[in-house]
């Protein structure tokens, strides 16, 4: 008899010979098989020393197969957990990353009231995550998400009905803020912003199975950041808030960026987990 556990054991030292550090081999080898066998982590542990079901080996193999091929687990099981809600990804869009979640908490904390009506703008979108989070949290709350590529909007789409917000999220696909006329109380973004340069140094399952138009921001990262610092004011209510994500390093010229903007006066920048500058958080410019 082949117990499930057995297939589990092999897979994870199959994804560790294809270099996938042993943390996270162990992780997607469960994650592989709790999927195929439409089970959660509780049911895993008490019942892995099932024999296999019938045609689990060929299925579960092809499931690790492509693990193996350093596709992200996430575009494998087709979902991902963001602010504890789950969104359906696909390879049109940006696997929804925990330090994101700064920008939602960060959010909440400058909008606590939850009844109360507010406009806000989700730029650069992709999988819709950021938009829907706070459609969930605010429920009075509408919502804009904004992205260049077709693809992705349909995911957002899905995942905006999937989690009961699609009639308060308006999708428009733009460049940037380049076809909305609306004012916001509150822009958000987590726009590209590796260095152009940078492509080749990044892992794997990044470099080569998450979309280039999601993560590279040209020369310098700051292609799309620039853009956005230069159009948030006018499409900011008076005393509206920008909050936007940046990558490592880029915490000064953003700093600079806003400094040199008359529309924007900069409020704060948070701290990842890790320690690492993240998040900016700017307001519209008093008119006097
Ligand atoms: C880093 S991903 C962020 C996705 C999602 N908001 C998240 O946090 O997981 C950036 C997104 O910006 C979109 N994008 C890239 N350039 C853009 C532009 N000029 N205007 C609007 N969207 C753009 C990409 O298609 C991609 O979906």
């Given at each position: 008899m082949i117990t499930i556990h057995a297939h589990v054991a092999a897979a994870r030292q199959r994804l560790r010979a294809a270099g996938i550090p042993a943390d996270e081999a162990e992780i997607d080898a469960r994650v592989l098989a709790e999927h195929l066998l439409g089970w959660d982590a509780a049911r895993f542990f008490s019942s892995a020393n099932q024999e296999e079901p019938e045609g689990f080996a060929a299925d579960y193999e092809r499931l690790v197969a492509r693990r193996a091929a350093r596709e992200p687990v996430a575009y494998v099981v087709g979902r991902q957990e963001f602010w504890d809600l789950s969104f359906e990804v696909s390879p049109a869009v940006l696997i929804p990353r925990?330090?994101?979640e700064l920008i939602v908490e960060t959010s909440l904390e400058l909008f606590?009231?939850?009844v109360v009506e507010v406009t806000i703008a989700d730029v650069?979108?992709?999988?819709?995550c950021l938009a829907v989070a706070l459609a969930c949290e605010r429920p009075q709350a509408r919502l804009t998400a904004i992205d260049i590529s077709g693809a992705a909007l349909d995911v957002a789409r899905l995942n905006a009905v999937r989690h009961g917000v699609g009639d308060r999220v308006h999708f428009v696909r733009a460049n940037?803020?380049?076809?909305v006329t609306d004012c916001f109380d509150l822009i958000v973004a987590n726009p590209p912003?590796?260095?152009?340069?940078e492509r080749a140094s990044l892992q794997p399952e990044v470099r080569d199975h998450e979309p280039a138009l999601a993560l590279l921001g040209g020369v310098d990262g700051l292609t799309v950041v620039r853009r956005l610092v230069e159009q948030a004011p006018s499409r900011l209510n008076d005393r509206g808030v920008l909050i936007f994500e940046f990558g490592i390093a880029q915490v000064e010229p953003i700093a600079g960026l806003i400094s040199a903007s008359e529309g924007l006066t900069m409020i704060d920048v948070r701290r990842d987990?890790?320690?690492?500058?993240r998040t900016v958080i700017a307001r519209r410019t008093r008119v006097s």
């Open positions: 925990p330090e994101t606590p009231d939850r650069c979108t992709g999988s819709g940037i803020l380049d076809r912003y590796v260095p152009d340069g987990l890790q320690g690492i500058p």
